[in-house]
Nanobody, 128 residues
């Protein structure tokens, strides 16, 4: 059974940092596109944050560029999201997701769909 388990969420003040982790099991991590999505409480929208392919290519949505860094450790089947300079609008539940194969150009960006596996999410709260 495929599983994604997120950790690292929490509460920090504006300008702070958090590092999210997502450990995968039950599927071939090396052949997958891994992504972080988030669902914000204010809008209830679900949006793509960042993604990474097995060869290390990355994609960031505009709001994440320059502040967030996605990385992965294939040996540990783990993907990370380092988040710096956090803002109140980054408050959300962050979900790890995986898709078997494909590329990042076809990722859904405004809905949490189109991935094969999803984690349960880890909440992030930014306070001013």
């Amino acid at each position: 059974e495929a599983q994604l388990e997120e950790s690292g969420g929490g509460s920090v003040q504006v300008g702070g940092s958090l590092k999210l982790s997502c450990t995968a099991s039950g599927f071939t991590f090396d052949d997958s596109v891994m992504a972080w999505y988030r669902q914000r409480p204010t809008t209830n929208d679900c949006e793509l944050v960042s993604a990474i392919t097995s060869d290390g290519s990355t994609r960031y949505e505009e709001f994440a560029k320059g502040r967030f860094t996605i990385s992965q450790n294939n040996a540990r089947a783990t993907v990370y999201l380092q988040m710096n300079s956090l803002k109140p609008e980054d408050t959300a539940v962050y979900y790890c997701a995986a898709r078997r194969g494909g590329d990042m150009t076809t990722l859904q960006t405004r809905v949490c769909r189109g991935m094969d596996y999803w984690g349960r999410g880890t909440p992030v709260t930014i306070s001013s």
